[in-house]
């Protein structure tokens, strides 16, 4: 049986794990409207599910890719195991978030009738529109970047906040996805 000690030591230990999760939506939701702007030109919309300026899908998989390549980051080994690591990285990352996309689409078709990402139906290498090796590949190159680069920008960042800051950043971040949320659920039930 957990003592209010320890409930407090673990709810110390999951809050930057919060801040990560919105750092990540955040970074999700710039990167696709970079996309969409810069890259497609096919003008500015709001790409993600909710109303605001976040991907809950790439917060998703940035802590499925800390859950599953977290400690591989960090792991010594022989010249050998240090070059493959990326490459294992690499594919691993892949896989991992081409499965929450697939896992995404299916969820949200089922509770809100579409998905509201492209589909890829015009990409070589699909499986329903729903996925597609390109975006996939992008996925990958984005998860080593993310371990190598982002999560321990991130991790620096979210360390140098007191004990105090840390509970207010995560208060407000919880409250405005709950608001969010039942926002958009509100919205959709009246359509």
């Not at 955040?26 to 702007?37: A, D, I």
């Not at 917060?59 to 977290?70: Q, T, Y």
């Not at 090796?133 to 970047?145: A, C, E, K, Q, W």
Request: with cysteine.
């Amino acid at each position: 049986m957990l003592t209010c000690t320890d409930r407090l030591q673990r709810g110390q230990r999951i809050k930057p794990y919060v801040l990560y999760f919105m750092l990540y939506a955040v970074f999700g939701w710039c990167y696709e409207v970079f996309l969409e702007v810069v890259i497609y030109h096919w003008g500015f919309s709001n790409r993600g599910v909710l109303f605001g300026p976040y991907c809950p899908i790439y917060g998703v998989g940035a802590m499925l890719f800390l859950a599953c390549f977290g400690r591989l980051i960090h792991m010594r080994g022989s010249r050998i195991f240090q070059l493959c690591k990326p490459v294992v990285i690499f594919l691993g990352t892949m896989a991992v978030a081409t499965a929450v996309e697939l896992a995404a689409t299916y969820l949200l078709e089922w509770t809100i009738g579409s998905w509201p990402w492209q589909t890829y139906a015009d990409y070589a290498y699909n499986f329903q529109a729903r996925i597609a090796l390109s975006p996939s590949v992008r996925f990958g190159i984005g998860g080593v970047l993310f371990l190598y680069i982002m999560q321990p920008f991130f991790a620096w960042l979210v360390g140098r906040l007191s004990p105090k800051a840390l509970n207010i950043w995560v208060a407000v971040a919880v409250a405005a996805v709950c608001v969010d949320i039942a926002a958009t659920v509100l919205v959709h039930c009246m359509r």
